[in-house]
């Protein structure tokens, strides 16, 4: 089992920038695909970005291209999302996802992912 703690969520001016941290524990020997989600007020959850264990595959969708960059610390089994130049669209609980085990790299889809956290909330006023 893995478990994932989010953090690093707030309040923030639209043009501002925030950093969600996503650690994890237990299972960890094996280093785990991520991905970072979230679900605005009344709509679904939708992707934001993912990462491959390694790194070095990274991908992210359209609406947030150029503006988050997904990392991670393998060290510290800790996956970041460094969000800039927020827009009030961006308001939504973020969650981060651990792919299955074995799984080098896992894609936009939920199905593809094992763990979630439990969420964080990010507020973009205008």
């Known amino acids: 089992q893995v478990q994932l703690v989010e953090s690093g969520g707030g309040l923030v001016q639209a043009g501002g920038s925030l950093r969600l941290s996503c650690a994890a524990s237990g299972r960890t020997s094996s280093s785990y695909a991520m991905g970072w989600f979230r679900q605005a007020p009344g709509k679904g959850r939708e992707f934001v970005a993912a990462i491959s264990w390694s790194g070095g595959t990274t991908n992210y969708a359209d609406s947030v291209k150029g503006r988050f960059t997904i990392s991670r610390d393998n060290v510290k089994n800790t996956v970041y999302l460094q969000m800039n130049s927020l827009k009030p669209d961006d308001t939504a609980v973020y969650y981060c996802?651990?792919?299955?085990?074995?799984?080098?790299?896992?894609?936009?889809?939920?199905?593809?992912?094992?763990?979630w956290g439990q969420g964080t909330q990010v507020t973009v006023s205008s």
């Open positions: 996802a651990a792919g299955r085990l074995g799984t080098y790299y896992s894609g936009p889809r939920e199905n593809e992912y094992a763990y």
